[in-house]
């Protein structure tokens, strides 16, 4: 009688165990999560315009490169066409076949991990792939496979790019390499060998950007992530089919229990700093926490040279000449917006004013820049007991700084100014008719900590045609500027 009461408590222990498990899975698959609605089709069109921006940007190195090595093999057979034919053998076809791959949207997606690893856009995909597999949750299911399969697209145009990298690094080391072995050659291709040099460094940068630039989610996306990132049911997704659990080869489901053959669990490194604390005494966990704050510091600075030396991608390649630090940005990217503000003493003639300018710079790399600008000019009035706000008329601007040394740059410009006072919006004379300005002189940087302002600007400038004009206007200037 016993062993039947046993037996039916028992059942009805796993009939209830296995209803609550049916309820929470229902509950699970039958929710929708609250993404916003345009979410998945701003994924697919980010991922479309950088996929856009690499497959154009890589084709363009690879025909460069292509043209390259056709000038150094024909320089080369004419003096030794044995070598130029087994030196430059088949290369044309392997730069022709990654052109091919990035043109066509069929490459191979790999499953194992190479190069860096971005945890944002693993992330990404497997939130895509988990959404495949569980279509209620998302509510919009062609909006997520379409998304996924840009998202595919992308991963496929970046490891043809990867390869491609390895394929033209190889291939300036197999040149560096025969030439440098082969000194009557030193001078015939020497220069087309620093040509392709640089070509191999820009790309790499380049490559590395588009790589990072998933790196910085926006709001919209982190927020959808964040939501995901609740289910116990992704999480175990996650653990089983994400690009880190292949590397380590994790089994599904076991990632957080699973030791990997000379890693550390988090359980082993927290004792081992308990320890640490506890043998240092009272000030221990000060002491502790200070050497970790000198550490993170050093730390990340070793993490910003390896990364401007190209460490993870491909390789650490030392350049031999100095690179230019805008050459890899688009020109959108190499323009600056800034802010200037300028006052003159107030003169017999003249009240004073102050010049409210705005630029625009076009960054040319190695710190400098040319751009043009304009200003307004706002009257004050003749001293503090006489303020009087009043339109002082217009300027019109051009600037270039040549950076010296540090933080310190040679200014030069030539400016047009209208000192008639006048309304802001009435018709200016010819341009002829206004007052010209050349200048020269000195500006200091300083940066900033601001996200909204690069850094300030500091400029001493001598108007060197200041005394040409009636009445003569204020020969030396200062300037504080802001750039965004």
């Known amino acids: 009688m016993l062993h039947t009461a046993a037996l039916c408590l028992v059942a009805a222990l796993c009939v209830t165990t296995q209803g609550s498990y049916s309820q929470s ?58 070598a130029a034919r087994q030196l430059f053998a088949h290369t044309q076809d392997q730069y022709a076949g990654y052109l091919r791959k990035l ?52 991963e496929s145009k970046m490891q043809v790019a990867t390869d491609a990298q390895n394929f033209i690094q190889q291939r300036k080391q197999q040149l560096s390499n025969y030439i440098s072995t082969h000194v009557s050659l030193q001078n015939l291709m020497s220069k087309p060998l620093g040509s392709l040099e640089r070509q191999t460094y820009y790309y790499t940068q380049q490559l590395r ?18 939501l995901l990132d609740k289910l116990p049911s992704f999480n175990n997704f996650m653990h089983a089919n994400s690009q880190l659990a292949g590397l380590f080869g994790v089994p599904g489901g076991a990632a957080s229990t699973a030791n990997v053959a000379g890693l550390q669990t988090r359980d082993q490194v927290s004792q081992v700093i308990q320890d640490q604390v506890a043998s240092g005494g009272p000030g221990g966990a000060g002491a502790l926490q200070s050497d970790l704050g000198a550490a993170q510091g050093q730390l990340d600075t070793y993490k910003s040279k390896l990364a401007s030396l190209g460490a993870g991608n491909g390789g ?27 006052s003159t003493h107030n003169s017999y003639y003249l009240p004073m004013t102050t010049d409210l300018g705005l630029s625009l710079a076009y960054l040319l790399g190695h710190g400098n820049d040319v751009g043009i600008g304009a200003s307004y000019k706002l009257g004050w009035g003749n001293g503090i007991r006489d303020i009087a706000f009043s339109s002082q008329g217009v300027g019109l601007r051009s600037f270039v700084d040549i950076k010296v040394k540090g933080s310190f740059s040679a ?17 200016y004379p010819r341009l002829r008719e206004w007052t010209k ?48």
């Open 209 to 226: 950007q588009y790589k990072e630039m998933w790196d910085n989610p926006d709001r919209l996306i982190d927020q959808a992530l964040s």
């Open 437 to 484: 300005s050349g200048l020269i002189g000195a500006t200091k940087s300083i940066s900033t900590k601001m996200r909204a302002v690069k850094k300030t600007t500091l400029s001493l400038l001598w108007d060197f045609l200041s005394y040409e004009q009636i009445p003569r206007t204020q020969p030396f200037l200062f300037r504080v500027g802001y750039s965004f």
């Open 25 to 82: 899975v229902d509950s699970v698959s039958d929710k929708v999560l609250d993404f916003p609605s345009h979410l998945f089709s701003k994924i697919r069109k980010r991922t479309a315009d950088i996929d856009h921006q690499l497959t154009r940007q890589t084709t363009a190195y690879l025909e460069k490169m292509m043209r390259q090595e056709q000038k150094m093999q024909q320089k080369l057979y004419k003096v030794d066409s044995n």
């Open 103 to 154: 043109r066509s949207d069929t490459a191979v997606t790999r499953s194992t991990l190479s190069g860096v690893y971005h945890p944002y856009l693993d992330s990404l995909q497997g939130s895509m792939s988990f959404l495949q597999n569980n279509p209620r949750l998302s509510g919009n299911l062609p909006q997520v496979q379409a998304a996924s399969a840009q998202l595919q697209t992308l």
């Open 316 to 342: 650490m390649d030392m350049p031999a000449f100095k690179p230019n630090d805008q050459k890899t940005k688009s020109f959108l990217k190499r323009l600056q917006v800034g802010f200037n503000l300028q």
């Open 411 to 427: 200014t030069g410009g030539f400016e047009y100014n209208y000192t008639t006072p006048q309304p802001v919006f009435r018709q």
